[in-house]
Protein backbone atom coordinates (compact mmCIF):
# COMPACT_ATOMS: atom_id res chain seq x y z
CA UNK A 1 0.00 0.00 0.00
CA UNK A 2 1.72 3.67 -0.88
CA UNK A 3 1.30 6.63 1.32
CA UNK A 4 0.94 10.29 0.34
CA UNK A 5 3.15 11.37 3.31
CA UNK A 6 2.55 15.21 3.70
CA UNK A 7 5.69 17.55 4.70
CA UNK A 8 5.03 21.00 6.72
CA UNK A 9 7.74 23.46 7.30
CA UNK A 10 8.23 27.19 8.83
CA UNK A 11 11.80 28.50 9.46
CA UNK A 12 11.00 29.54 13.09
CA UNK A 13 9.02 28.42 16.50
CA UNK A 14 7.30 31.22 16.43
CA UNK A 15 5.25 30.61 13.06
CA UNK A 16 2.48 27.96 12.80
CA UNK A 17 2.29 25.11 9.94
CA UNK A 18 -1.70 24.56 10.20
CA UNK A 19 -2.11 26.36 6.80
CA UNK A 20 0.29 23.94 5.08
CA UNK A 21 -0.74 20.87 7.50
CA UNK A 22 -4.43 21.64 6.12
CA UNK A 23 -3.60 22.26 2.57
CA UNK A 24 -1.70 19.06 2.74
CA UNK A 25 -4.31 16.80 4.36
CA UNK A 26 -7.46 18.53 1.84
CA UNK A 27 -5.05 16.83 -0.86
CA UNK A 28 -4.96 13.62 0.63
CA UNK A 29 -1.52 13.33 2.44
CA UNK A 30 -2.37 10.12 4.90
CA UNK A 31 0.36 11.07 7.20
CA UNK A 32 1.56 15.25 7.71
CA UNK A 33 4.94 16.03 9.49
CA UNK A 34 5.93 19.01 10.85
CA UNK A 35 9.43 20.89 11.04
CA UNK A 36 10.37 24.22 12.35
CA UNK A 37 13.74 24.81 11.13
CA UNK A 38 15.31 27.18 8.52
CA UNK A 39 15.07 25.78 5.12
CA UNK A 40 18.39 27.09 3.88
CA UNK A 41 20.44 23.62 4.68
CA UNK A 42 19.53 19.81 4.63
CA UNK A 43 21.57 19.64 7.99
CA UNK A 44 19.67 19.67 11.20
CA UNK A 45 16.54 18.89 9.77
CA UNK A 46 15.71 15.15 11.31
CA UNK A 47 11.90 15.48 10.48
CA UNK A 48 12.67 15.68 6.76
CA UNK A 49 16.02 13.04 7.04
CA UNK A 50 13.49 10.69 8.43
CA UNK A 51 10.67 11.37 5.85
CA UNK A 52 13.49 10.60 3.11
CA UNK A 53 15.02 7.39 5.15
CA UNK A 54 11.26 5.76 5.99
CA UNK A 55 9.66 6.20 2.50
CA UNK A 56 9.27 3.57 0.18
CA UNK A 57 9.03 2.31 -3.56
CA UNK A 58 5.52 4.22 -4.81
CA UNK A 59 4.86 6.53 -1.95
CA UNK A 60 4.84 10.41 -2.53
CA UNK A 61 5.95 13.48 -0.65
CA UNK A 62 3.30 15.86 -0.85
CA UNK A 63 4.49 19.59 -0.17
CA UNK A 64 2.42 23.03 -0.99
CA UNK A 65 5.92 24.56 -2.36
CA UNK A 66 9.22 23.80 -3.09
CA UNK A 67 10.05 26.49 -0.98
CA UNK A 68 8.97 24.65 1.94
CA UNK A 69 11.33 21.60 1.22
CA UNK A 70 14.40 23.17 -0.17
CA UNK A 71 15.80 26.61 -0.66
CA UNK A 72 18.73 25.40 -2.95
CA UNK A 73 18.77 24.16 -6.14
CA UNK A 74 21.63 21.58 -4.57
CA UNK A 75 19.56 20.67 -1.98
CA UNK A 76 16.56 20.10 -3.93
CA UNK A 77 18.50 17.35 -6.40
CA UNK A 78 19.61 15.68 -3.86
CA UNK A 79 15.85 15.35 -1.94
CA UNK A 80 14.74 14.41 -5.54
CA UNK A 81 17.52 12.01 -6.18
CA UNK A 82 16.83 10.09 -3.33
CA UNK A 83 12.93 10.06 -3.30
CA UNK A 84 13.99 8.60 -7.07
CA UNK A 85 16.35 6.26 -5.66
CA UNK A 86 13.64 4.89 -3.52
CA UNK A 87 11.53 4.84 -6.54
CA UNK A 88 9.22 7.39 -4.31
CA UNK A 89 7.56 10.68 -5.88
CA UNK A 90 7.52 14.28 -5.27
CA UNK A 91 4.84 16.74 -5.74
CA UNK A 92 3.27 20.22 -4.44
CA UNK A 93 -0.46 21.48 -3.88
CA UNK A 94 0.62 24.69 -4.93
CA UNK A 95 2.66 24.28 -8.07
CA UNK A 96 2.61 22.07 -10.99
CA UNK A 97 4.81 19.74 -9.77
CA UNK A 98 4.47 15.56 -9.57
CA UNK A 99 7.32 13.52 -10.29
CA UNK A 100 5.67 10.83 -11.46
CA UNK A 101 4.81 12.73 -14.52
CA UNK A 102 6.53 13.94 -17.29
CA UNK A 103 5.48 17.24 -17.11
CA UNK A 104 6.13 17.45 -13.46
CA UNK A 105 10.00 16.71 -13.91
CA UNK A 106 10.44 19.09 -16.48
CA UNK A 107 8.85 22.20 -14.24
CA UNK A 108 10.61 21.33 -11.52
CA UNK A 109 13.45 21.43 -13.18
CA UNK A 110 12.93 24.48 -15.22
CA UNK A 111 12.26 25.57 -11.62
CA UNK A 112 15.91 24.71 -10.74
CA UNK A 113 17.68 26.49 -13.70
CA UNK A 114 15.09 29.84 -13.14
CA UNK A 115 16.43 29.54 -9.68
CA UNK A 116 20.24 29.19 -10.53
CA UNK A 117 19.58 32.31 -13.20
CA UNK A 118 18.31 34.21 -10.76
CA UNK A 119 21.41 33.34 -8.04
CA UNK A 120 23.84 34.18 -10.74
CA UNK A 121 22.41 37.24 -11.40
CA UNK A 122 22.02 38.78 -7.98
CA UNK A 123 25.44 37.57 -7.56
CA UNK A 124 26.20 39.98 -10.84
CA UNK A 125 24.35 42.43 -9.30
CA UNK A 126 26.49 42.48 -6.32
CA UNK A 127 29.85 42.65 -7.83
CA UNK A 128 28.74 45.24 -9.99
CA UNK A 129 27.50 47.40 -6.85
CA UNK A 130 30.75 46.65 -5.33
CA UNK A 131 32.77 47.72 -8.50
CA UNK A 132 30.98 51.32 -8.44
CA UNK A 133 31.11 51.34 -4.74
CA UNK A 134 35.15 50.94 -5.25
CA UNK A 135 34.96 53.56 -8.04
CA UNK A 136 33.36 56.12 -6.15
CA UNK A 137 35.80 55.30 -2.85
CA UNK A 138 32.92 53.96 -0.82
CA UNK A 139 33.92 50.71 -0.28
CA UNK A 140 37.65 49.69 0.59
CA UNK A 141 37.08 46.04 1.72
CA UNK A 142 38.23 44.76 4.66
CA UNK A 143 40.09 46.68 7.24
CA UNK A 144 43.85 44.69 7.06
CA UNK A 145 44.45 42.79 9.90
CA UNK A 146 48.85 42.98 10.05
CA UNK A 147 50.30 46.06 10.56
CA UNK A 148 52.31 46.15 7.74
CA UNK A 149 54.38 49.66 9.03
CA UNK A 150 55.02 47.60 12.54
CA UNK A 151 56.49 45.03 10.07
CA UNK A 152 58.68 46.60 8.92
CA UNK A 153 59.77 49.13 11.64
CA UNK A 154 60.36 45.93 13.51
CA UNK A 155 62.35 44.30 10.35
CA UNK A 156 64.42 47.18 9.85
CA UNK A 157 65.43 47.74 13.51
CA UNK A 158 67.17 44.13 12.80
CA UNK A 159 64.10 41.76 14.10
CA UNK A 160 64.05 38.28 11.72
CA UNK A 161 60.35 37.67 10.07
CA UNK A 162 59.79 34.80 13.17
CA UNK A 163 60.12 37.03 16.14
CA UNK A 164 58.20 39.87 14.17
CA UNK A 165 55.42 36.91 14.06
CA UNK A 166 56.05 35.77 17.32
CA UNK A 167 55.76 39.55 19.10
CA UNK A 168 52.84 41.00 16.49
CA UNK A 169 50.56 37.01 17.14
CA UNK A 170 50.65 36.88 13.18
CA UNK A 171 51.29 34.41 11.01
CA UNK A 172 55.15 34.18 9.79
CA UNK A 173 53.56 34.33 5.57
CA UNK A 174 52.17 37.71 6.48
CA UNK A 175 54.96 38.92 8.00
CA UNK A 176 57.11 38.13 4.55
CA UNK A 177 53.49 39.41 2.69
CA UNK A 178 53.54 42.39 4.83
CA UNK A 179 57.66 42.66 4.04
CA UNK A 180 57.35 42.14 -0.13
CA UNK A 181 60.53 43.56 -1.30
CA UNK A 182 62.43 44.25 1.46
CA UNK A 183 63.10 40.67 2.43
CA UNK A 184 65.99 38.54 -0.43
CA UNK A 185 65.73 35.46 -0.34
CA UNK A 186 68.30 33.28 1.20
CA UNK A 187 70.05 30.72 -0.92
CA UNK A 188 72.18 28.12 0.85
CA UNK A 189 74.57 26.42 -0.88
CA UNK A 190 76.03 22.66 0.58
CA UNK A 191 79.34 21.93 -0.47
CA UNK A 192 79.17 18.48 -2.08
Known amino acids: MTA ?3 YARVSTE ?10 LAAAGATMVYEEKRSGTSLAGREVLQGIL ?31 KAKGAHLRATDQPIDT ?29 GIARA ?9 KPT ?3 AQVRELYQGGK ?22 LVKPTVVIKAA
Open 100 to 128: STPAGVAFLQMLGVFAQFETALRRERQLE
Open 160 to 181: GPQEIAKALGIGRASVYRALGD
Open 53 to 83: ALIREGDTLLVTRIDRLARSVGDLEEIVKTL
Open 146 to 148: VPV
Open 14 to 23: DQDCALQKAA
Open 134 to 142: KAAGVYKGR
Open 4 to 6: IIG
